[in-house]
């Protein structure tokens, strides 16, 4: 048997066939994650809508690998338009409110994401070894 569990969020899975995230032991890196809404699989038009959905699909996607946001260790973020990195850190700040205990992150500009896809991240953690 394979140390490698791959699993699924539901209403997150992607068309192509790969899983949402993966874990081997405590680390757990995933595929990634966008602004939609898991309940109608779409994006709204706006980047806000798409922020805080986004980061509402961290938190789903963190609590099935069983984990929680406070085991992220980095956010790695694309977007198309360099403009909405204030909304995006407003996000950002409501998760992660306490800058002594923030994961690092990397920001980086996509112009070719499908639909009306704008934003998009993945991120790495490291779960507590009794989980």
């Excluded at 260790?73 to 700040?93: A, G, H, P, Q, R």
């Excluded at 002594?100 to 639909?115: D, E, I, L, V």
Aim: with cysteine; hydrophobic share 35%.
């Amino acid at each position: 048997m394979s140390r490698r569990r791959s699993f699924e969020v539901p209403g997150l899975h992607h068309d192509n066939p790969i899983p949402m995230g993966c874990r081997i032991g405590p680390f757990v890196m995933t595929s990634g994650i966008f602004g939609m809404d898991p309940e109608t699989r779409k994006a709204p038009n706006d980047i806000e809508g798409q922020c805080r959905l986004m980061f509402a699909n961290v938190r789903r996607v963190m609590e099935v690998a069983g984990g929680s946001t406070a085991d992220i260790i980095k956010m790695v973020v694309w977007t198309k338009d360099k403009s909405f990195k204030d909304v995006m850190n407003n996000e950002w700040l409501t998760m992660f409110p306490d800058p002594h205990s923030r994961p690092a992150r990397h920001t980086m500009m996509y112009s070719s994401f499908s639909g009306n896809y704008l934003i998009q991240c993945e991120i790495i953690a490291v779960l507590p070894s009794d989980r």
